[in-house]
């Protein structure tokens, strides 16, 4: 069993700052890519950001600049800091990991049940 688990949702004012966490856990043999996409009310789960277990990074033209994933693979984790966030940015925030499992040759990409972001004043 592998579980991703997300924490660090909240309620931010405009210009604020928020730092999300994901922690994998189970029986992982080893993690491949590793990533944070979003869901906003009425819209379709976007990508927002991946990382490669090698550091290699990607983004959403609409947080460049102000969003930075990292990942610590000794711990499993992946982190999304999010600065200077836009009311645009309110969504769940879900993260999700390309696994592989002790004891299988392949890998699954799972996911985390997501944590809420909402910026308002």
């Known amino acids: 069993q592998v579980q991703l688990v997300e924490s660090g949702g909240d309620l931010v004012q405009p210009g604020g700052s928020l730092r999300l966490s994901c922690a994998a856990s189970?029986?992982?043999?080893?993690?491949?890519?590793m990533g944070w996409h979003r869901q906003a009310p009425g819209k379709e789960r976007e990508l927002v950001a991946v990382?490669?277990?090698?550091?290699?990074?990607n983004y959403a033209d609409s947080v460049k600049g102000r969003f930075t994933i990292s990942r610590d693979n000794a711990k499993n984790t992946v982190y999304l800091q999010m600065n200077s966030l836009k009311a645009e940015d309110t969504a769940v925030y879900y993260c999700?990991?390309?696994?592989?499992?002790?004891?299988?040759?392949?890998?699954?990409?799972?996911w985390g049940r997501g944590t809420q972001v909402t910026v308002s004043s």
């Open positions: 999700n990991a390309d696994i592989r499992r002790v004891g299988s040759n392949r890998f699954f990409t799972h």
């Open positions: 990382i490669s277990s090698g550091g290699s990074s």
């Open positions: 189970g029986s992982i043999s080893s993690i491949n890519a």
